[in-house]
């Protein structure tokens, strides 16, 4: 880890003064990421300003009848938060899918939505990898891929975003609040992070000097008929090879609302409005389902070692949306699939 | 005299190829650049103790507690996060030690497995360790223990299969688990 000068803001305008200018300055909040990464040299701040005073720490009700987190409550607190649990149980499950409890106990949750890929070839700093070092290259296209990305990949990159947390989100079309000296504004979910194209040294579309201060849920948070699927290569603790958040709105048995996003297939989570749209209004039957996962998978594309996933993204698709349909979500602590 | 002292006479550097000698002294200054950081002064209470240091901000609570204070009980496995054998309670809560930089936790408590056990008697869950026979080499059991007593703290684990799931960040690689899962059942139940 190379030498860096620590400093610690009190409040968001004292964070966003002190980042302002400094290509080379980073925020700490969990540290869970950025200091593993730190240690491996891929991160290489030279000045690290710690944010875990500033006061973005509750969970509060919205006019608009949503919920409002501040940007430090920890991973942990969130999905044990009532109202998380109550109104927005897919993301207090798929929080719980994620990492370990340690873990969660540290990490924020603006930090969340900035985790790094976990694609090996990021991590090792003697491979080429775009989005490591632009322009460098890609080992992971002809390398080990067997977790890497199936829908929206470039040549230039086709990691993935390791999040649970942010395939809830994505799925309850939360926004993202964020701070810099210029001002505020809000971000659209679906707008935060990016596909890769070629800038795949680009995570999100949070600009230099930004800082996220609250993820804001809306009202609706599917709490009736949900399921957060994670299938992995181990039963806890490992990230997902494919990951389906499900929310749906039923009429009898019609699909009145449906949506659902999938983690571990691209570069964000993964959420299509023409796959929503096949099942909306139709019977929420196998058939149904089966077509909604064809219309997300139709330009799915393998590479040498993860060509495997689309049928089985295929296959979570449907399971997850029959768990839902049913109202039987899938328990992160038992780990039989229903 | 040595060659390093007289690069002037340097036969063994001579003998390498000049790539390779620019390679290696360009990883040399990459990885470990010599600039000193500034210091940070910083106050822990470490099972009950109070404790102030001047630290270099790159000092992880782990390294902390093993050379700054001998508290070599929490261990150093992974040093990524990835196997729970350095987890500590902060103010309560159970954390990985290697991912922390102390500095950022001026004014808190830490217990390590060294503050535990009380007035010489051992803690529940160390004694249901040995009752239960719950592990074999012992390098992960101080980490296995403090995540056990988090959890308990925490009071979310039901049933074998939430200890199971919320113990999932320290692994045992003799494979305890069964034992490590009774032990925690056992305190659970007389808690």
């Not at chain 1, 409040?11 to 593993?36: C, E, H, M, S």
């Not at chain 1, 309850?172 to 810099?180: E, G, I, N, Q, T």
């Not at chain 1, 659209?188 to 579309?205: I, K, S, V």
């Amino acid at each position: 880890m190379i030498s860096f000068r620590y400093a610690r803001a009190n409040d968001v305008a004292d964070a966003v003064r002190q980042i302002a200018g400094d290509p080379n300055a980073k925020f700490v909040a969990g540290g869970t990421n950025l200091i593993d990464l730190m240690k491996m040299d891929v991160e290489r701040p030279t000045k690290v300003i710690d944010i875990t005073r500033l006061p973005l720490n509750q969970v509060e009700n919205t006019p608009g009848g949503g919920l409002r987190i501040g940007a430090l409550v920890r991973n942990s607190d969130l999905a044990y938060h009532p109202q998380v649990e109550e109104r927005y149980p897919v993301l207090a499950s798929a929080i719980m899918a994620g990492a370990s409890q340690q873990l969660r106990n540290m990490a924020s949750t603006g930090g969340n939505l900035l985790q790094r890929t976990r694609c090996c070839y990021f991590y090792d700093t003697a491979t080429p990898c775009n989005k490591r070092e632009p322009g460098s290259g890609c080992s992971a296209i002809d390398g080990q891929n067997r977790m890497h990305a199936i829908l929206g990949a470039s040549d230039a990159c086709i990691a993935t975003h390791p999040s649970d947390m942010c395939v809830a989100l994505a799925l309850l079309d939360a926004k993202v609040h964020v701070s810099s000296a210029l001002g505020d504004r809000v971000i659209a979910f679906a707008e935060f992070h990016r596909l890769p194209g070629d800038t795949p040294q680009r995570d999100t579309n949070l600009d230099a000097g930004e800082i996220i201060t609250a993820v804001e849920l809306p009202e609706k948070g599917f709490a009736a008929n949900y399921t957060y699927l994670k299938i992995r290569d181990r039963l806890s603790y490992a990230f997902a090879l494919v990951s389906v958040a499900v929310g749906l709105e039923l009429d009898g048995d019609i699909i009145k609302d449906g949506r659902f996003a999938l983690g571990g297939v691209a570069h964000k989570p993964w959420r299509d409005p023409r796959a929503e749209v096949a099942l909306r209004g139709r019977r929420a039957n196998g058939a149904t389902f089966a077509d909604a996962a064809d219309v997300l998978l139709r330009d799915a594309k393998g590479y040498a070692h993860n060509s495997f996933k689309i049928d089985l993204a295929r296959r979570c698709v449907s399971r997850a949306l029959t768990q839902a349909a049913r109202g039987t979500p899938q328990s992160q602590s038992s780990k039989k699939i229903a | 005299m040595t060659e390093v002292e007289n690069p002037g006479s340097g036969r063994d550097a001579e003998k390498l190829p000049r790539a390779v000698q620019v390679t290696v002294r360009e990883r040399v200054g990459a990885q470990s650049p010599m600039t000193t950081p500034e210091a940070v002064s910083v106050r822990l209470t470490v099972n009950g103790t109070r404790h102030s240091f001047m630290l270099d901000p790159r000092t992880t609570l782990l390294d902390l507690l093993r050379e700054h204070l001998d508290l070599t009980g929490t261990k150093k496995g992974c040093d990524q996060g990835q196997c729970g054998a350095c987890t500590v309670l902060i103010d309560g809560r159970r954390v990985n030690a290697c991912l922390t930089f102390a500095v950022m936790y001026d004014g808190a408590r830490i217990t390590t497995i060294e503050g535990l056990a009380a007035d010489g008697a051992l803690h529940p869950l160390q004694q249901a360790f040995i009752d239960h026979d719950a592990f074999q080499c012992g390098y992960c059991t101080p980490g296995q223990i403090c995540s056990a007593a988090g959890l308990i703290a925490e009071g979310r684990a039901k049933s074998a299969d939430d200890i199971r799931e919320l113990m999932s960040g320290n692994i045992c690689r003799c494979g305890a688990y069964t034992n490590i899962v009774a032990a925690i059942q056992q305190v659970m139940e007389r808690s």
